[in-house]
């Protein structure tokens, strides 16, 4: 539903910025989808008053006139055909460079003589039809000027959307009296004057045979004689063209502009071509057909509604007018048709016949019946005014009223529901602006009478919601200090899930282990009595003095659930535990989540198909590097030699940023040896309070897809064994950031034809470009640098 | 004229019996259809053949290599489905053979119940609160309306933590292991004005000695709701829809009336043994009801303790033992299982 803010203040005094007015309609209910500036203001932006200063004949052509025009701040030369054209004339002046709707008005040459621009008639400038000559304007127009700001075309027209409860806001004047609720300012409705103000405008009894009242529940024809069909005045075009409507002749104008207003549809038809001059409403008889004004002609059965003469259909009733019996210029006499059809049925019709009109989509959402007065007498109040138009005879079929049922409320409820304390005369003020009406009250219940136009209105529901929206949704719970939060620490709720898991499904069980330990724990495994882990929090009634102190770290507990299950025969074991550890900081005691697992024997157990791999410490760095990836955790690992417990060169510190967050090794077979433990075990042990601490939720953005095919390249070379893998892989990541996609190891070879202190590797690289396919020379180029680079930082030979 | 084409037919026939493959085919085809092969030779000679003769001769080559072709066509749909047979012969295995399986571990009872009761609770709207193991007797006590000298604090053996050089013992508020999650409540109420919804999973310590119902560690939930016009029916009614959540629509259950300091009125709940079903067994003690835990009415000290306007607001407490319905769902005889990390037994839970 389009309207423009001018037409709007019609209806409203109101002032207000755009975004205030988008406001109002948004908090009001009415969804604003676009607001832009009127299309004819866009087109005559360019076009500016100008006045002719000196106007002699073109020496060439006879008709052609060369004009020095002064349009405000230069005087420029026109040649114009126009045959008004004189000195002193005011008119539109388009400079040259501009648009006038799809004309580019250039600087030329006509006949020998520059033109500098362009005078304009109205129907250049989309007006009027009148291109008898250049437009006049008055002498005391401002040269200089705007057209737009002259004839006031500088609207604003605002798109929205009604939802399919309110039929009364497909109406300018509903939006209006919706606002006027919302901001409680008053509506400056002009009332239109009764039928019987007419004095010449009699009943009659002949005019509409109403046969199918159910579908048709009112019907006011009105004989309006005298018609002059030509074109609308400005004013009234204006109107129409700002929300996008094309201007007609008058009186098809004048319906199209009462229905704006209104929201309820009319139709005019042309009186002499109804076949015995008068109206008859009726199902259509089946296999009739009409020539409707989309000029498609409809087969008709016996379940639409019709508009008929006596012989024939003349129109879908409230969808589509038939083609015979519409105005044309050469029209004297019209029936207004105002009347309210059943919205079922009217839907229905239009869904088969596929006819989707401004008339039907009001009509299917439930008019109200006694609107029909009011447009019936806009209408013919603008007839006699623009069309000279005679109004003689009516006849109003209205066989039942529509009673629309009053509507209780409870304060109590109202407030209960709303989170309010509304006074009843607050509630009673509020739905009094939308022309509620009190019945009846007492100090809880208030009955309401619904004023027509709000059929939507039935239920106690219905009127704490007008309530509420005129009281703002925002405002609800503002005066409250209440703020409800969530007290779930959702990353350690979702992370802790995410680690059990993905341990779980890669082989891991999960242990639980007492919190208490003995102070021994620590020192099997070589921990110095500064490390954190000897600052023991001590129990001063220990049940026992293997539980004399707080646990500092999972892994002893693991360590002992690992040796009970190699006694009861396990060979291959993988555990985990996630729980707290405590510890005694500057007298403090401090828990920590921490995350510990263990891993003994087979990496995979023995089957028919695959080999068994022995667990190494490879098999630990995987799991957790897998794991840290999951959680969008960027870490480097790096060799480290400081831990008692582990054995040398098999103990990898975990990085992030500045702070260890964990440690993966194998556990020093000397210390294992205490245990009675044969076999290698590796380890790993993470503190997850510090992973949460330096979580970031992962940022997923899709980065485009690259459609030119991937190339793999393999590069090997022999390398001193001192050379780390990453330091290896970083310089070839280096060489290029753009093509270079993926890098991996997937060969290390040492032994025979390589020396004893070097080792051979092969890297594997994905290589592509999102500018197009590499040719062979793009990746030649690319596999030279690289090797070049390698060469240039390390001692390496090419294999 | 016809000999040559049925020798050529002949010919074909022979050629196409011994073909086996794509490959073969594909000579056969240059060699019948070809640019050298004896038809198109053939067909250059329509030019010597005389006028009226000739649109026969040519409708007759025409028919001949139509005929040639479908015939090499026929063959190749024959080798297709021999090679395809073959592959289906050769793909035959014994299909009970194990799959390649990605390790699965598992998760222990514990975990798998604390879900389920985190999920349960967030499901009814509850938030999720952590807390801390070691507490103060301000929180496990005081403040949950047990003062010093109050009874229900020897009933409870709880575990002190020893003084240490630097930190001198601080007799009015002694650090502790909570014997309790209830501490949960009081530092909730302490940080955050109702409304107030949540649940609290976490370890509690009780000087115990071990045996098989009882641990020195051991897992509680609880349950805090604080908010206006809260009553004792939100109370029942949140517990019972976890009932039935937990154990199923038909559980039957019942409250009783107990005592605990930091509630009142203060209640017990019981389900029905799910194994006898009121008959009485080993399970519930031949009493035919199951305890799930205590629960009652926030006590308004507590309240009036913690800040909290107890004209204004009221609100229901529960505490569960996790520990407890661990062991009654999975029918687990001995808490110290529990925490043995027998592989055996924690890969029963997958």
């Known amino acids: 539903m389009k309207f423009s803010v001018k037409w709007l203040r019609d209806y409203i005094n109101i002032d207000l910025s755009v975004e205030e007015l988008s406001d109002a309609l948004t908090f009001s209910g009415i969804e604003v989808e676009n607001v832009e500036i009127s299309p004819l203001a866009k087109e005559l932006e360019s076009v500016v008053i100008a006045r002719v200063v000196e106007c002699k004949p073109h020496p060439r052509k006879d008709s052609l006139y060369i004009c020095m025009v002064d349009e405000g701040t230069e005087v420029r030369q026109v040649v114009c055909g126009a045959p008004n054209t004189r000195i002193g004339i005011k008119t539109a002046y388009i400079p040259s460079g501009k648009h006038l709707c799809d004309l580019h008005v250039k600087k030329a040459e006509i006949k020998g003589v520059l033109s500098d621009g362009m005078l304009c008639s109205e129907q250049e400038l989309g007006l009027s039809n009148d291109h008898k000559g250049i437009i006049e304007l008055p002498g005391d127009t401002c040269v200089g000027g705007k057209i737009v700001d002259y004839f006031e075309l500088d609207d604003v027209t605002f798109d929205v959307e009604i939802t399919p409860n309110r039929p009364d806001l497909l109406a300018i004047r509903g939006i209006a009296r919706d606002i006027s609720a919302n901001l409680n300012i008053d509506t400056n409705f002009k009332e239109v004057k009764e039928l019987d103000f007419y004095p010449d405008l009699t009943p009659s009894e002949h005019l509409v045979e109403n046969l199918a009242d159910r579908l048709c529940p009112r019907y006011l024809g009105t004989v309006i004689n005298n018609v002059v069909i030509k074109e609308s005045p400005l004013w009234l075009k204006k109107r129409l063209q700002a929300i996008g409507v094309k201007p007609v002749n008058n009186v098809v104008d004048i319906s199209n502009f009462v229905m704006m207003e209104y929201g309820h549809p009319l139709h005019a038809f042309d009186i002499d071509k109804l076949s015995g001059r008068k109206i008859i409403v009726r199902k259509a008889h089946k296999g009739e057909k009409i020539e409707a004004l989309d000029h498609r002609t409809y087969s008709l059965s016996d379940q639409e509604l019709v508009i008929a003469d006596s012989e024939k259909p003349v129109a879908i009733a409230g969808i589509i007018g038939g083609v015979d019996s519409s105005i044309t210029e050469s029209t004297t006499s019209i029936l207004l048709e105002t009347a309210n059809f059943d919205y079922a049925s009217i839907r229905k019709t239009s869904k088969k016949f596929k006819i989707f009109t401004d008339s039907s989509y009001r009509f299917e959402r439930n008019l109200s019946s006694d609107t029909v007065p009011f447009i019936a007498s806009k209408a013919i109040e603008m007839i006699i005014d623009l069309c000279q138009g005679k109004p003689i005879s009516y006849q109003d079929s209205y066989p039942s009223r529509e009673i629309l049922s009053d509507v209780g409320l409870r304060i109590s409820r109202t407030n209960q529901l709303l989170a309010t304390n509304l006074t009843k005369e607050e509630i009673i003020a509020y739905l009094e602006r939308l022309q509620l009406k009190v019945i009846d009250s007492t100090d809880e219940r208030i009955k309401f009478s619904i004023p027509h136009f709000r059929k939507d209105l039935t239920r106690e529901i219905d009127l704490i919601e007008e309530v509420i929206r005129l009281y703002g949704y925002n405002r609800v719970g503002q005066d409250s200090k209440v703020v409800t939060k969530s ?263 040492k032994g025979k034809n390589i020396p004893e202190d070097c080792r051979s590797l092969t890297y594997r690289l994905k290589l592509s470009s999102s500018a197009g396919t590499l040719t062979d020379n793009d990746i030649q180029q690319l596999m030279n640098n690289i090797f070049a680079k390698l060469s240039a930082e390390y001692t390496i030979n090419k294999r | 004229m016809n000999r040559e084409f049925d020798d050529l037919l002949h010919e074909l026939k022979q050629s ?150 630097t930190r001198p013992k601080q007799s009015n508020n002694r650090l502790l292991l909570r014997s309790q999650t209830s501490t949960m409540q009081v530092r909730t109420m302490e940080n955050n004005q109702p409304p107030i919804k949540m649940v609290s999973i976490g370890r509690c310590y009780r000087n115990d000695k071990p045996d098989k119902s009882h641990s020195p560690f051991f897992h509680q939930m609880e349950g805090l709701t604080v908010d206006e016009g809260i009553n004792f029916l939100d109370l029942r009614d949140i517990l019972i829809k976890f009932a039935r959540l937990m154990f199923g629509e038909s559980i039957q259950w019942r409250f009783r009336p107990h005592y605990f300091p930091f509630t009142e009125p203060s209640a017990e709940f019981d389900i029905r043994c799910f194994k006898c079903y009121g008959e009485g067994c080993s399970i519930c003690k031949q009493s035919g009801w199951i305890e799930i835990g205590g629960a009652g009415m926030v006590d308004t000290n507590v309240f009036d303790i913690v800040g909290i306007d107890s004209e204004k607001y009221t609100g229901y407490a529960f505490g569960l033992g996790i520990d407890r319905i661990t062991m009654l769902k999975y029918r687990i005889p001995d808490i110290r299982l529990l925490f043995e990390n027998d592989l055996r037994f924690l890969e029963q839970f997958r």
């Open chain 2, 16 to 165: 196409l019996k011994i073909a086996e493959n794509d490959y073969d085919l594909n000579n056969i085809r240059s060699q019948f259809l070809g640019k050298k092969s004896r038809i198109s030779k053939m067909m250059k000679q329509i030019g010597s053949i005389e006028p009226a003769k000739r649109p026969l001769f040519g409708k007759k080559i025409n028919e001949i290599k139509q005929q040639i072709d479908s015939l090499i066509v026929s063959r190749a749909d024959e080798i297709e489905q021999h090679q395809y047979e073959e592959t289906l012969a050769k793909e035959q295995v014994d299909l009970t053979m194990p799959g390649v399986q990605p390790p699965v571990g598992s998760l222990h009872p514990l975990t798998l119940m604390r879900r389920e009761l985190e999920d349960i609770f967030i499901s009814l709207g509850f938030d999720v609160v952590e807390g801390y193991d070691i507490e103060d007797e301000y929180h496990n006590f005081d403040a949950l309306n047990t003062p010093e000298n109050h009874p229900a604090r020897n009933e409870m053996d709880t575990f002190y933590i020893k003084a240490s050089n």
């Open chain 1, 487 to 749: 007290l779930t620490d959702k990353k350690r709720f979702k992370i802790t899930r995410q680690i059990t898991d993905f341990l779980f499904y890669n082989g891991f069980s999960e242990a639980i282990n007492s919190s208490f330990t003995d102070k021994n724990s620590t020192e099997t495994l070589k921990i110095t009595e500064e490390d954190y882990r000897n600052s023991f929090i001590d129990i001063e009634n220990p049940i026992g003095v293997d539980s004399s102190v707080m646990r500092t770290s999972l892994l002893p507990g693991l360590l002992k659930n690992v040796m009970l299950n190699i006694s009861n025969g396990r060979e291959d074991i993988k555990m985990f535990e996630i729980g707290k550890i405590y510890y005694d900081c500057h007298d403090k005691p401090e828990e920590k989540v921490f995350l510990t697992g263990v891993i003994v024997g087979n990496n995979n157990p023995k089957h028919w198909q695959i080999n068994v791999h022995n667990s190494d410490i490879f098999s630990v760095k995987g799991i957790v590097q897998s794991l840290l990836d999951c959680l969008n955790k960027r870490v480097t690992y790096i060799a480290t030699e400081n831990s008692s417990y582990l054995q040398k060169g098999q103990e990898i510190k975990i990085i992030s940023g500045e702070k260890i967050i964990g440690e993966i090794g194998k556990l020093d077979p000397l210390i294992a040896k205490k245990f009675d433990l044969q076999q290698p075990l590796y380890l790993f042990d993470i503190n997850v309070d510090l992973i949460l601490e330096l979580y970031r939720e992962k940022d997923l953005v899709y980065t485009e897809v690259v459609r030119y095919p991937e190339v793999e390249r393999d590069i090997s070379f022999i390398v001193s064994k001192k050379i780390s893998h990453s330091n290896l892989l970083d310089t070839i990541k280096s060489v290029d950031t753009d093509y270079i996609k993926e890098v991996r190891l997937i060969d290390q070879f």
